[in-house]
């Protein structure tokens, strides 16, 4: 599972200079949007150059996704850009089709982010497409 969406997240980015993460947290208790805020951060995703990196995270436990978008897309992209692919991946979550929603919300983000931050032929992956767990 984690090789497919890994895969997908380097198919997104072909697409973007965005930078796509996915974290999966097995912990307990924290609000999900502030561990969602501090994995950000310690995963580097606020610190790419054009601040356009998107993290999809899980908090398995709660069974509650939070997806966080740096600034430099916040500032560009329409009130509820995240909403609709929220709902997308949140519609096969549901059905237990776990790797299927996170896939189709990973390709979502990089079509939507493309608009945005069109591919760069002198692009560098500035952050890893593994899938990281906590």
């Not at 697409?15 to 999966?24: A, N």
């Not at 966080?68 to 329409?78: A, H, R, S, Y």
């Amino acid at each position: 599972d984690k090789e497919r969406i890994t895969a997908a997240i380097a198919r997104a980015e072909r697409k973007t200079s965005g930078e796509i993460r996915v974290h999966v947290d097995q912990s307990d208790g924290e609000d999900p949007v502030r561990r969602a805020e501090e994995v950000f951060a310690d995963l580097g995703i606020d610190r790419t150059k054009a601040r356009n990196g998107v993290l999809f995270y899980l908090a398995v436990s709660q069974r509650q996704f939070v997806i966080l978008g740096d600034e430099g897309i916040n500032q560009k992209v329409p009130e509820g850009f995240w909403t609709g692919i929220r709902d997308a991946v949140l519609t096969r979550f549901k059905a237990g089709l776990f790797v299927e929603g996170l896939t189709e919300g990973i390709n979502l983000a990089g079509e939507a982010l493309a608009a945005y931050f069109p591919y760069q032929r002198d692009d560098t992956d500035e952050l890893s497409n593994e899938v990281s767990i906590s």
